[in-house]
């Protein structure tokens, strides 16, 4: 099982930007596929943001469609999460994934078609 990490949380304001990052170097394949997850106090963990290799597949959360985009720069071999407009909502601490074989589920399902995770970057948003 290979080890995610994520960085680029912080705190910002209401309506302001992060970009998150995430190094996928370890990961070849085209039958791959990354996400990103949330995970708010108390709430369960979620996809909000997902690519799938095959085809080049992007997907989002109906919550953040429109203000996130997720994007994978293969000649850096890092997953990124740009973050626009944010909002007190999107506060929670997020998460890289990976799946190795995105064929069966959709690639924004339930945290257990994933693989391998990072420990997390906290994202916090002040109104």
């Known amino acids: 099982q290979r080890q995610l990490v994520e960085s680029g949380g912080g705190s910002v304001q209401a309506g302001g930007s992060l970009r998150l990052s995430c190094p996928t170097s370890e990961y070849t394949g085209s039958n791959l596929c990354f996400g990103w997850f949330r995970q708010a106090p108390g709430k369960d963990r979620k996809a909000v943001a997902a690519i799938r290799i095959g085809d080049h597949g992007l997907f989002y959360s109906d919550s953040v469609k429109g203000r996130f985009t997720v994007s994978l720069d293969n000649a850096k071999a890092t997953l990124y999460l740009q973050m626009d407009s944010l909002s007190p909502e999107d506060t929670a601490m997020y998460y890289c994934?990976?799946?190795?074989?995105?064929?069966?589920?959709?690639?924004?399902?339930?945290?257990?078609?994933?693989?391998?995770w990072g420990q997390g970057t906290q994202v916090t948003v002040s109104s």
């Open positions: 994934a990976a799946r190795l074989d995105c064929s069966r589920f959709s690639p924004l399902s339930y945290p257990g078609t994933y693989n391998d």
